[in-house]
């Protein structure tokens, strides 16, 4: 780094440290240092000064500024150096002639200090970072700021013992203002710890609340959902014996009224058993059947199932078998469940057009994918999320008029989180919707299987 040096002095005795502490603390002045970092820097370099006195037979002290302002004083001594460094360094050195702090406090005073010690003596790099508004230094009004060190007056040592009184009063009140706001932080911190107290105690009674306000509705909807499964059974019953024609014949106008009736206590039942589902899963007491099942066998069922529900030509059903029978091992029931859920969903939204259901295997993760697509309305992408909270509708006219309960796909995303899976969609309004169903091949069991499942995908030889 070029430096311009300021000025340089010797020193030998005591005497020199006093001028040398008095030199340094004008210089902090002229560059432009506040009050306190001018008594930091004279204390910081008389206190190696003074080590290079005692210590090291004196030496030389050369005042320096490095190009960005910073203030660099180097004072080199003729000693035989200093013998355990790091422990001077770190204040564990102990001086016969006192403490040995010296060198410790002076590296706290001063943004940076270095050392080279040898044989030949020691070289000690204190400097200090530019004030904040550091004033033009020009090499004018360097070249001023060395003559004013020169012609300083010769040291007083009462003159300083008054200065360093100011100091130690100065350092005082700085210390008690300190207190007074630590004092003033502890009160606030005291007050606001209060206050935090106080809202944990009220968060502990909402969750409190909230737990029982969620243990109730539980507990309502498994009992409605029990009480209105007998009616709405008895009801499909009725309606399937007088369209039998069990009693006697129909008229075509009592058919079609039938129907609605029977229709309306599908889709009650349906709603019903949905409800029942959420509200054992809130509360816990789902229990998974775990059973060793191929893929192949889970989708021939869905095709069986799912074809009934498409009437007329205008939407075909898709299901693609896998290459060859992966085996699961996991709830087939509940999993089948979350795929005629999204399969009736694509029937729904789909007016015209083809629903294609597949399956992909990803052997690192162990995981099966099921995606259901349809051509149908699609799903603007604000409602992507939407759609899987309780009870949420898109508003569009298809489903304006094929109204449902909103429970189906909340309901589908929390059975494939107990399969220790996820529930995803992509869509594009007026192109379409993918509804993607990734489940580990084996799920986590609260009920073993049977027969144990195999490390990795086998074909049914059997």
Known sequence: ?????????????????????????????????????????????????????????????????????????????????????????????????????????????MDRVEFATGDGGTTVTLAKAPPPECPGLSAQRLEEIGRSIAAAAPPDPLGELRIRNRELLL???????????????????????????????????????????????????????????????????????????????????????????????????????DLLDLARIEAGKTVLRVTEFTVAELLGALRGMARPLITGDAVTLTVDQPDWPWRMCSDEGKLSQVLRNLVSNAIRFTPHGEIRVTAAYDEAPDMVTLAVADTGIGIAPDDLERIFEEYAQVDSPLQRRSAGTGLGLPLSRKLAALLGGSLSAVSEPGIGSTFILRIPRQCPEEESPAKPAATGPTSDDG
């Not at 040096?5 to 008095?22: C, F, G, K, P």
């Not at 203002?177 to 007050?191: D, P, T, V, Y």
């Open 171 to 273: 350092a005082l009140e700085d210390l008690r203002s300190k207190q007074l706001e630590i004092e003033r932080l502890n009160g606030e911190l005291a007050e606001t710890n209060r206050g935090v107290l106080a809202l944990y105690a009220e968060l502990d009674d909402r969750a409190l609340q909230l737990g029982r306000a969620s243990e109730l509705k539980s507990n309502f909807l498994s009992g409605i959902s029990h009480e209105l499964r007998t009616p709405l059974n008895a009801i499909r019953n009725l309606t399937r014996l007088l369209l039998d024609r069990m009693d006697g014949d129909l008229t075509a106008s009592q058919e079609h009224q039938v129907r609605l009736i029977q229709s309306a206590a599908v889709t009650l039942s349906d709603m019903v058993n």
């Open 1 to 109: 780094m070029n430096e311009t040096i300021l000025h340089s002095t010797s020193m030998r005795d005591a005497q020199d440290v006093v001028r040398i502490r008095q030199e340094a603390r004008q210089l902090a002045a002229l560059l432009g240092y506040e009050a306190q970092d001018q008594v930091r820097i004279g204390a910081a370099v008389s206190e190696i000064a003074r080590n290079a006195c005692e210590h090291g037979g004196g030496g030389e002290l050369h005042y320096a500024v490095a190009p960005d302002g910073t203030c660099v004083i180097r004072v080199t001594d003729r000693g035989p150096g200093i013998a355990d460094l790091p422990a001077v360094l770190e204040g564990r050195w102990q001086s016969p002639a006192g403490p040995g702090l010296g060198i410790f406090s002076a590296r706290r005073l």
